[in-house]
């Protein structure tokens, strides 16, 4: 299995890059193939809002011709996809929500019999990092997550959220990241 994840956080070397290295060295141990992108220091636009994504000419692609453009296109060629972000203001970090927002180009015919997507059936999974607590606090996430994966018919594996990171990830992460790969790999 061709696993990608995606790294939203502007730290390379932070909680959010160690958490999803276990993960993705777990995935390896089992005999799966990982490649890590890291959308940081990426050129991403923000969705325009164009809907030409959405014409019957397109097939999953978006307009725009940057960093995201090559980004969605392997998440066709996976099989599953995990992204990461650490908590920034209640939410996905500012270098991740682009792409985030960018993926409803990989959506056709939303609310009609014919709603497709070019992940459909492919398990996706979060892993969030944040000092504080979940209640009050990354709680949002996993909801907000989830609802995208529906919009983009993909398998919602699971939502991993690791609170108290502060100089590292909190006790018992790296054993939940590996249970979280394990269940991505079935």
């Known amino acids: 299995m061709k696993v990608l994840t995606i ?7 932070g909680n959010t890059s160690t958490v999803l290295g276990w993960l993705e060295d777990e995935l390896k141990k ?4 990982v490649e890590r992108v890291n959308v940081a220091g990426k050129k991403i636009g923000g969705c ?3 809907y030409k994504c959405q014409g019957p000419d397109m097939q999953f692609q ?3 011709g940057d960093d995201a453009t090559k980004i969605l296109e392997k998440l066709k060629t ?9 908590l920034y203001c209640w939410s996905f970090t500012g270098q991740l929500k682009p792409f985030l927002d960018r993926m409803l180009s990989q959506s056709k015919n939303y609310m009609t019999p014919e709603h497709t997507s070019s ?3 492919k398990p996706i999974a979060l892993v969030v990092t944040c000092a504080g607590p979940i209640e009050d606090n990354a709680d949002l996430l996993p909801q907000i997550f989830g609802r995208m994966a529906r919009f983009l018919k993909a398998d919602l ?7 108290g990171c502060t100089d590292k990830p909190s006790e018992g992460a790296e054993a939940n990241a590996r249970k979280l790969a394990s269940a991505i790999s079935g």
């Open 7 to 13: 790294m939203g956080s502007p730290r390379m070397s």
């Open 30 to 33: 089992r005999g799966h193939e």
């Open 48 to 50: 325009l809002s164009c």
């Open 62 to 64: 978006c307009i725009q």
């Open 78 to 86: 996976v099989d599953a996809i995990v992204v990461g972000t650490p």
């Open 119 to 121: 992940i459909e059936g």
């Open 157 to 163: 594996i699971d939502a991993l959220v690791v609170p």
